[in-house]
């Protein structure tokens, strides 16, 4: 339908696994933890399609009237919920999609019969064309955020390492925290891959009790499950124990935990200093340290610590290779910021600024890669 219509292509974090991220026009994530590619394309759109998604980033939607909007989906209580909508067609995504495309097949043609001109196909060309510009300055300049020098590692840069190394057969989890926007940004999944989150209830500590799901759903197929310090001291140490004891059972026992130890409550830090204009608040924040990597060797696994960029792609190829679950423990600079996408990622700078110049010294790392963050998006605006 995207070919049918010229159109650009960006999706929900749900929705993340559903497409294949290696088109040319596939934006990627929507919202907040989504890409600058998609914020063009959804801040630039004169027509929108919204099919099976009830994504709640409503800031990052075309602004209302900007955009004529048609909805798709089984649920007729959606329809409208997040957009206004000029047409909402309610039924099965794939059956209606499929008579849709029947009537695009006449979409050459204005109401009335007239032909459509050649100055609007070739608006609809170079609508194209811009999109396609914006997802390949996008794809470099996450690779690029992933190369920033970060102490000790760039959690970006983890993920980034991750992508090409999956195995094409596998489960992905994810907890909820930053680890959250890495995954949207930086991880391309091969197609057929599913990966599961709390997208919609964002409760901490899901990650590995997903992957514990996976498995005993398809125990032939291996399990990365990406999870912040947090999660991991909400619920994963115990479910270790769990791995643990079923392992052997399973006919492919790779089960990755890969774990991003910062020390730190980093999602609701940058949220306080986005939303509140506040500093972090160290009572609320700090996440004791713990030896993750020497955990899951205390239960028979294999546990690999990193503390340094380079041991990266060493630590993904070492954990796909084993033979029983490995906990890949990275420990990764709470300091990168999440910093949504411009244009809506610059009316928050005032006050994330605002708010680390209340923390001192111990905001100057921070202060300094929102600076790198912001001036690498304004350069490619």
């Not at 159109?7 to 559903?18: D, E, F, M, Q, V």
């Not at 999609?97 to 608006?123: F, I, K, T, W």
């Not at 690029?144 to 195995?167: D, F, H, I, W």
Request: glycine letters at 10%.
């Amino acid at each position: 339908m995207a070919q049918q219509l010229d159109a650009g292509i960006t999706t929900s974090l749900l929705g993340k696994p559903y497409m294949d991220e290696t088109l040319p026009f596939a934006a990627g994530t929507m919202g907040h933890l989504g890409s600058t590619a998609s914020a063009h394309l959804m801040g630039n759109c004169d027509t929108l399609l919204i099919i099976g998604s009830n994504d709640p980033w409503t800031e990052f939607y075309p602004k209302p009237g900007a955009a004529r909007a048609v909805q798709v989906d089984i649920d007729g209580r959606k329809v409208g919920n997040r957009y206004p909508v000029e047409v909402g067609l309610v039924g099965d995504a794939a059956e209606t999609l499929a008579g849709l495309a029947v009537l695009l097949n006449g979409a050459d043609r204005q109401p009335g019969g007239q032909p459509d001109g050649q100055q609007q196909a070739e608006a609809r060309k170079q609508w194209r064309a811009d999109v396609e510009e914006q997802v390949r300055s996008w794809r470099a300049l996450s690779e690029e955020r992933s190369r920033v020098p970060a102490k000790p590692v760039n959690p970006e840069l983890v993920v980034r390492e991750l992508s090409g190394r999956l195995p094409r057969n596998a489960q992905v989890s994810v907890d909820v925290g930053s680890c959250v926007y890495w995954y949207a940004r930086q991880l391309t999944l091969p197609p057929g891959v599913p990966a599961h989150l709390s997208g919609t209830l964002a409760s901490m500590g899901c990650s590995v009790p997903y992957g514990i799901a996976a498995k005993l759903a398809r125990p032939d197929r291996p399990v990365v499950a990406l999870a912040g310090d947090g999660a991991m001291q909400m619920a994963g140490i115990a479910e270790l124990v769990t791995v643990a004891h079923r392992w052997r059972q399973w006919s492919d026992p790779r089960f990755v935990v890969c774990v991003f130890n910062n020390r730190d409550l980093a999602e609701v830090t940058w949220e306080q200093r986005e939303t509140e204009s506040e500093p972090r608040f160290p009572d609320s924040q700090e996440i004791p340290d713990f030896p993750y990597a020497g955990y899951a060797e205390l239960l028979g696994l294999t546990g690999i610590r990193v503390d340094a960029p380079e041991q990266l792609a060493g630590a993904w190829d070492r954990a796909f290779a084993a033979e029983r679950p490995v906990v890949i423990e990275v420990l990764t600079d709470p300091d990168v910021p999440l910093l949504p996408p411009f244009p809506a990622g610059a009316e928050k700078l005032d006050g994330m600024r605002s708010a680390l110049s209340e923390e001192g010294e111990s905001g100057e790392g921070a202060a300094a890669l929102l600076y790198t963050y912001a001036g690498q998006e304004e350069s490619r605006s």
